[in-house]
Nanobody, 126 residues
Framework: QAQFVESGGGLVQPGRSLRLSCAAS????????IGWFRQAAGKSREGVLC????????YYSDSVKGRFTFSRDNFKNTMYLQMNSLRPEDTAFYYC???????????????????WGRGTQVTVSS
C-alpha cells in the first residue's frame, strides 16, 4: 500500500527558507505525479503545487509562485518542497499526496488525490 511520510517542518521566521521532505513507500514515485497541499487552522485543505513525471510543475496556489519549488529524488523515492521567502500566511500543516487514477499527470483538483501522508507542521512567525 502506498504511504508517505512528511518531515522537515518547524518554526521559521518570516523571509527564511525551509525544505520539506516526502518519503514514499509501497510504490515508485518516478511513475506518479505528486502533489503538496496545506491546511491552516480552521481552514480547508488547499493545493500548493504538483510535480508530474516529466518534472513539470503545476501550481494550485498563485501565492507560492516564485517562492516554492518542488523536486524529486527517484533514487531515494523522495520528494522535496523548497519553500523560500516564507510568510506568516504560509503557516499550515503540509501534506504530500498522489492520485493513482491520474498516474503520471497532476490531478486538476484535490478530489483526484487518493493517497495522503500525515503531514508536517510549518509555522512562520517572528
Amino acid at each position: 500500500q502506498a504511504q508517505f511520510v512528511e518531515s522537515g517542518g518547524g518554526l521559521v521566521q518570516p523571509g527564511r527558507s525551509l525544505r520539506l521532505s516526502c518519503a514514499a513507500s509501497g510504490f515508485t514515485v518516478e511513475h506518479y505525479a505528486i502533489g503538496w497541499f496545506r491546511q491552516a487552522a480552521g481552514k480547508s485543505r488547499e493545493g500548493v503545487l504538483c510535480i508530474d513525471t516529466r518534472d513539470g510543475i503545476t501550481y494550485y496556489s498563485d501565492s507560492v509562485k516564485g517562492r516554492f519549488t518542488f523536486s524529486r529524488d527517484n533514487f531515494k523515492n523522495t520528494m522535496y518542497l523548497q519553500m523560500n521567502s516564507l510568510r506568516p500566511e504560509d503557516t499550515a500543516f503540509y501534506y504530500c499526496a498522489t492520485g493513482t487514477r491520474f498516474g503520471s499527470v497532476c490531478p486538476p483538483t484535490i478530489d483526484g488525490y487518493d493517497y495522503w501522508g500525515r503531514g508536517t507542521q510549518v509555522t512562520v512567525s517572528s
